[in-house]
């Protein structure tokens, strides 16, 4: 995950202006569809990936970043219509609308949609594993800011989603970025359901089986 939280290094001068120089570059690049919330750090590495993917799968994979704030029940394969035109088969379309509604009585926000060309494609990824590898990274609580977590979040999807594909087809990737957070999310959840038994049984489960045991 240090790699996808983009932490500053000593060559922190030369990056910046390798990303201005690159800037207009990124702009074009073919895995990015719309973007409204994502750096250039982000979008280069995206780019990497995608470009490394295709070269050794043949598969296209897509990027939506967008800052749109969706109605409830919004329909993200009609809205992906519009990008027809850019899109070559076989692709993967990942939409990421962290404002999107997803119920107006709950008022929670944020949309992920992962759109095959094909059945065949759409088996060649869990859908599961890379909607919540940047779930994980949004839901939870720290220091770093909504942009920071908007970025990480869609590298570590678009990452799994690109191991994932490339798995399917038996080939390895060396640009994509281990899904650290997924084990620390799960480590978290361990944690908070043991301490939530070991709580129960404290004050719960032992008094009462002690009150049986004792007769009372």
């Given at each position: 995950?240090?790699?996808?939280?983009?932490?500053?290094?000593?060559?922190k001068?030369?990056?910046a202006?390798?990303?201005?120089?690159?800037?207009p570059?990124?702009?074009?690049a073919t895995?990015?569809?719309?973007n409204?919330?994502?750096?250039?750090e982000?979008?280069?590495l995206i780019?990497?990936?995608?470009e490394?993917?295709y070269?050794?799968t043949?598969v296209n994979t897509?990027?939506?970043?967008?800052?749109e704030?969706?109605?409830?029940?919004f329909n993200?394969?009609?809205?992906?219509?519009?990008y027809e035109?850019?899109?070559?088969?076989?692709?993967?379309?990942?939409?990421?609308?962290?404002y999107?509604?997803i119920t107006?009585?709950s008022?929670?926000?944020?949309r992920?949609?992962?759109?095959?060309?094909s059945?065949d494609?759409r088996?060649m990824y869990?859908?599961d594993?890379?909607r919540?590898a940047?779930?994980?990274?949004?839901?939870?609580?720290?220091?770093?800011?909504n942009?920071?977590?908007?970025?990480?979040a869609?590298?570590?999807s678009y990452s799994?989603?690109?191991?994932?594909?490339?798995?399917?087809?038996?080939?390895?990737l060396?640009?994509?970025?281990?899904?650290e957070?997924g084990?620390m999310?799960?480590?978290?959840?361990?944690?908070?359901?043991?301490?939530t038994?070991?709580?129960l049984w404290?004050f719960?489960?032992?008094?009462?089986w002690m009150r049986?045991?004792?007769?009372?």
């Amino acid at each position: 995950m240090n790699r996808a939280k983009l932490r500053a290094s000593p060559y922190k001068g030369l990056l910046a202006m390798l990303a201005l120089w690159m800037f207009p570059f990124l702009l074009n690049a073919t895995q990015i569809l719309k973007n409204d919330l994502l750096k250039i750090e982000a979008v280069e590495l995206i780019d990497l990936m995608g470009e490394e993917l295709y070269t050794k799968t043949g598969v296209n994979t897509y990027v939506i970043a967008t800052n749109e704030h969706f109605p409830e029940r919004f329909n993200l394969v009609e809205y992906s219509k519009q990008y027809e035109a850019n899109l070559s088969k076989p692709y993967v379309l990942f939409i990421f609308a962290p404002y999107a509604t997803i119920t107006k009585k709950s008022e929670a926000r944020g949309r992920v949609g992962i759109i095959p060309s094909s059945d065949d494609v759409r088996a060649m990824y869990d859908y599961d594993d890379v909607r919540d590898a940047g779930v994980n990274i949004v839901a939870i609580k720290d220091s770093n800011t909504n942009e920071d977590k908007f970025n990480i979040a869609v590298l570590q999807s678009y990452s799994v989603l690109a191991d994932n594909i490339a798995a399917s087809k038996g080939v390895k990737l060396i640009h994509t970025i281990p899904d650290e957070m997924g084990t620390m999310v799960l480590i978290l959840r361990i944690l908070v359901y043991s301490g939530t038994a070991i709580l129960l049984w404290i004050f719960v489960l032992r008094p009462a089986w002690m009150r049986r045991k004792n007769g009372k």
